[in-house]
């Protein structure tokens, strides 16, 4: 009788092992998970930034580009930012398709890709 409660303790020892193990498993997928997410959130501000600089001054530079063809400055700006209104716009009527969709998509594939792989493999 002793023996039979012997292998029960230590089954539930295992068993404890394995579940705390397997939380811990998790918790690290989890945790290696969102730092690829957070490392991509990161790159893609930075990167955001720095275009965002480039397209300020190369509309300043085509802004007065565009007053000296026409011969005054504000038809330079007004017309720059015409083309600002109607990028805009044009982004707003489509951007399920042009942004929603795309995110999301790299956003699964940044998640799951892990489990795809090791999908492969076996």
């Given at each position: 009788?002793e023996e039979t409660f012997a292998k029960v303790e230590e089954l539930?020892?295992?068993?404890?092992?394995?579940?705390?193990?397997?939380?811990?498993?998790?918790?690290?997928?989890?945790?290696?998970?969102?730092?690829?997410?957070?490392?991509?959130?990161?790159?893609?501000?930075?990167?955001?930034?720095?275009?965002?600089?480039?397209?300020?001054?190369?509309?300043?530079?085509?802004?007065?580009?565009?007053?000296?063809?026409?011969?005054?400055?504000?038809?330079?700006?007004?017309?720059?930012?015409?083309?600002?209104?109607?990028?805009?716009?044009?982004?707003?009527?489509?951007?399920?398709?042009?942004?929603?969709?795309?995110?999301?998509?790299?956003?699964?594939?940044?998640?799951?890709?892990?489990?795809?792989?090791a999908d492969e493999e076996n």
């Open positions: 009788m539930s020892a295992h068993v404890k092992e394995y579940v705390n193990n397997r939380i811990a498993s998790v918790k690290l997928g989890a945790a290696e998970k969102s730092s690829i997410v957070a490392a991509n959130i990161i790159a893609v501000a930075i990167a955001v930034v720095i275009l965002s600089f480039f397209v300020l001054f190369g509309s300043v530079a085509l802004a007065y580009v565009l007053s000296k063809w026409t011969g005054e400055i504000y038809w330079g700006f007004l017309i720059v930012a015409g083309i600002y209104l109607l990028t805009g716009v044009l982004v707003w009527l489509t951007r399920g398709r042009l942004l929603r969709l795309p995110i999301m998509n790299a956003m699964v594939q940044l998640l799951f890709k892990e489990d795809t792989e």
